[in-house]
């Protein structure tokens, strides 16, 4: 029976040690296993609240914004099964690879958070599920300003009543310090703000939490 699974078994134990001890050669084996690919691809929609409409729409909006220069690193993401924590990732590249605090960091050419803290070969991400994460953003083709509050669900605050805003339509970034129009998810379950001022939203990015394996780091941002 031993003999039946050995490979794979050998195979991931291989991947964990280099993982650990050195998380390039990790990437490098983890893509000989799986291939190039290492994500579901668009047309997969996980999340099953996103609607194919919806998440084409995403990417189309995305589109049409320039796409971030620049050198970026590649890393996995290290698991914390079976705990959960989606306010923050904990990734397989540090200060050795280059990266600083406060770099963006990117799923599936999605901005999902930022660098919080750094160490020598891993690095803390601040995602947009923490509720101390904050930032000025725009919404749909109109461009209308918003500010982005993390949390379980991310909420779009502050949107001046009277702007026109759909639901479905493109949130992306628009704080400084970070590239400009990187789609973060779309806006939904628009309404009125407590205090009747201002319209308040949610932003449903197309992927669930459980998802995110590899991350890409924008260096020098």
Partial sequence: MFRDHWFPVLVAAVF????????????????????SNTVAPDNGVVNTNVTQAEA???KNAAAQFVRPRG???EALV????????KNELIIAAGAREGISAGEPVLFRGLLVGKVAKVNATDAVVQTIFD????MPVRIGK???????????????????????VSEGGAVYSAATGLPYG????SIVNIRSA????????????????????LVSVLLGQ
Avoid: H, M, Q
């Fill in 16 to 35: 964990a040690a280099l993982l650990f001890l050195e998380p390039t050669s990790g990437l490098f084996l983890w893509r000989a296993i799986v291939g």
């Fill in 56 to 58: 084409d729409a995403l």
């Fill in 71 to 73: 050198r970026s690193v």
């Fill in 78 to 85: 290290y698991s914390t099964y079976p705990l959960s924590f």
């Fill in 131 to 134: 509720t101390n994460f904050n």
């Fill in 142 to 164: 109109n461009s209308v300003d918003s500010l982005l509050k993390g949390g379980n669900t991310p909420l779009l605050t502050l949107i001046p009543k009277g702007k026109s």
């Fill in 182 to 185: 990187v789609a973060i998810g």
């Fill in 194 to 213: 407590a205090d009747n001022v201002f319209a308040e939203a949610e932003v449903r990015p197309p992927y669930g939490e459980g998802d995110i394996r």
